[in-house]
């Protein structure tokens, strides 16, 4: 099972969990469950290994194939660009956990891409 990574969330499915199997507490107050015996909490953003290999995100192929899929257009601002003008870039940055697979690629033109910087696409957006 997984959720976010705040400890509130942890804490708040924790204490879901033990509800709902009618947890014990012993007389210094530590809940105690029969069900999760081990809940282990993780405070980092988790990197994906289910993907195989996965080529560099600004190789040729992924280019062409991003460049015909948006039929030549930035991925923001929708104009038409050549190729030699759009630039591969990550929909989720990878510093918030993007992976450099197709699925988390797009096109952005030079302008659009310095706008976003690092951030993700949701900040563009906005």
């Not at 994906?48 to 194939?65: A, F, H, M, S, V």
């Amino acid at each position: 099972m997984g959720v976010d990574i705040s400890d509130k969330a942890y804490k708040l499915v924790i204490d879901r969990l033990l509800e709902g199997q009618g947890a014990v507490y012993h007389s210094d107050g530590v809940k105690q469950h029969s069900l999760f015996e081990e809940v282990i909490h993780r405070s980092d953003v988790p990197q994906r290994t289910d993907l195989g290999e996965i080529p560099r995100y600004n190789c040729q192929e992924n280019k062409t194939w991003l460049y015909g899929s948006q039929e030549g257009n930035c991925a923001h601002c929708n104009t038409h660009f050549e190729m030699r003008h759009l630039e591969v870039d990550h929909i989720i940055a990878r510093s918030k956990g993007g992976t450099d697979h197709i699925d988390n690629l797009q096109m952005l033109c030079g302008s659009c891409n310095r706008i976003k910087g690092n951030r993700g696409m949701a900040y563009l957006r906005k």
